[in-house]
């Protein structure tokens, strides 16, 4: 069993007070925490004009997210004032009846049923990445976090939109992207504690022009796929919902887009926080190749091999527990409440926050080690399901979180089939905290044949 601790930031010794709080927020929310943090069950702040409660314990988070969702189902203004300009009305964002009703559309789009004729899709991608790496020469190093990019938005683009992938709407969707994260990714002051605001917040109108290319991109796949052959993509599916259930093409836009962010960024940092922790541990690398020698061989991948890869599929799943790919989940109470007899008042926003319950020292043994073990099916402790969120929990849980477990098991699979990647020596991995958890600097890494 592994001993590695991967790094995490600096913890504070004790609180931060309301103006500490800011200054590291602004700069990366992960900094924030003090060691007591990873005790706690449930604690509050208030923050100028704001009540801030961190729910951080599996009871008081099943209700927020489960018992009383129904008060809590509003995103916070951070997400809110963050992503409107790109995903308008989309699932990600919407709430009461909206929410509702595209939920329910969304949901069989991505069934078991469905993820198994996806997989196909992963695979061939993930394919195509091995003859690209194949191509480099020995010893070269690679920058695993963009090349984690380019593979999930092919899966996720032919998802989508089809099998073919033109590589230019590719690359122009995934530097788009960038550009919209790095435009309304900064958690400033007033966006993420809904304060007054006279405090500078994020580049509106920058992140409303870089949204308006995404739309330009989006609009005109959509407009091809209404003449399109393709039958069995997402946007085929949207298309052919009728009378009451149809939706417009702005409509249409905003759910693409949706899916299209939530599949794209996690999934790349998940893989790439997964290459990272296998670098580091031998043992790990070791019993992950023999699982994949003996369950894929040199035969090609099945839908069926998902669930013969429970080590690779325990990787992944420790991966995303200590760098949760959304760190920090944010809800704004509708009305008041009480929660472990303290009141929540109206308007108050109430933190989930994997970051912490991932690393609880309560509900994790050796919470800071990486150990894949306690996720396979013989682990002498399973985790408590509103312990480990990494794709949230209750009604709002990510709807496409089976298909990204099986994409990135898939993928991590097929590539380790074929190489390895070590970190150069001497090299530092950091993290940058927006609003998803990616690794620092692109993460280099030198790739070598099997």
Known sequence: MTEFIPPFPTRHKKSLGPLDILKHASRDLLSIWPEEAFERQFMST???????????????????????????EKKSPLLRKAFEPLLGDGLFISDGETWRQRRGMAEPLFSPEQVARFTAIMAKAAEECVRDWSALKPGATLNVLPEMLTLSTQIIYRTLFGDQADSGQVTRLI??????????????????????????GIKRNQATLVAG?????IGKLIADGVNSDNKNSILAHLLKRQGNEALTPVQIRNELTSLFMAGQETAANTLAWAWYLISQC?????????????????????????????????????????????PILSREAAGDDIIRKRPVPAGSIVLVVPWLLHRHKLYWDRPDHF???????DAPVKPDEFAYIPFSAGPRVCVAKFFGTVETTLCLAILARHFRLTLPEGQQVTHECRLTLRPGNNLLMRITAR
């Open 46 to 72: 208030r923050i100028i004009n704001r009540s801030v409660f961190i729910a951080n314990c599996p009871d008081v988070i099943r209700h927020v997210l489960v018992t009383n969702h129904a008060n809590y």
């Open 175 to 200: 530097d788009g992207m960038a550009d919209y994260h790095a435009a309304s990714g900064k958690l400033d002051l007033n966006t993420f504690f809904g304060l007054p605001s006279w405090i500078p």
């Open 213 to 217: 290319g995404i739309h330009a991109i």
């Open 282 to 326: 031998p043992d790990v690398e070791q019993r992950l190749h023999r699982e994949i020698d003996e369950v894929i061989g040199s035969d090609s991948t099945t839908p069926d091999d998902f669930s013969r890869l429970p080590y690779a599929r325990a990787i992944i799943e420790e991966s995303m527990r200590l760098y949760p790919p959304v």
């Open 371 to 377: 150990m894949p073990e306690r996720f396979l099916a």
